[in-house]
């Protein structure tokens, strides 16, 4: 099990930035970001493995930046151009297992940071 907690979250305008940091008490083979919004999945957003191989999910390509700060476990999401659809509580995750956006192959999560995008 590795510890996982998020911070960063919050009320922005649509187009706005905002940065999400998850502290691990560990790196692991994968970290990643997932989102879930009210009534619906949780889903992959963005995952980071021990290589350096980042993955995004389409609909934030080219929006979104996850990277990790080697000094000290923390995992980030910096998230430009944000949209209403963005909104969602947003987790942090850690797998030991593989790298992919199945949510059962994740045993860690965080308790979760809330972002919320006006229009």
């Known amino acids: 099990q590795v510890q996982l907690v998020e911070s960063g979250g919050g009320s922005v305008q649509a187009g706005g930035s905002l940065r999400l940091s998850c502290a691990a008490s560990?790196?692991?083979?994968?970290m990643a970001w997932f989102r879930q919004a009210p009534g619906g999945e949780r889903e992959g957003v963005a995952r980071l493995d021990i290589n350096g191989v980042t993955k995004y999910a389409d609909s934030v390509k080219g929006r979104f930046t996850i990277a990790k700060d080697n000094a000290r476990p923390t995992l980030h999401l910096q998230m430009d151009s944000l949209k209403p659809e963005d909104s969602a509580m947003y987790y942090c995750?850690?797998?030991?297992?593989?790298?992919?956006?199945?949510?059962?192959?994740?045993?860690?999560w965080g308790q979760g940071t809330q972002v919320t995008v006006s229009s």
């Open positions: 560990r790196w692991i083979l994968c």
């Open positions: 995750a850690a797998s030991g297992l593989r790298c992919t956006w199945y949510v059962g192959d994740y045993r860690s």
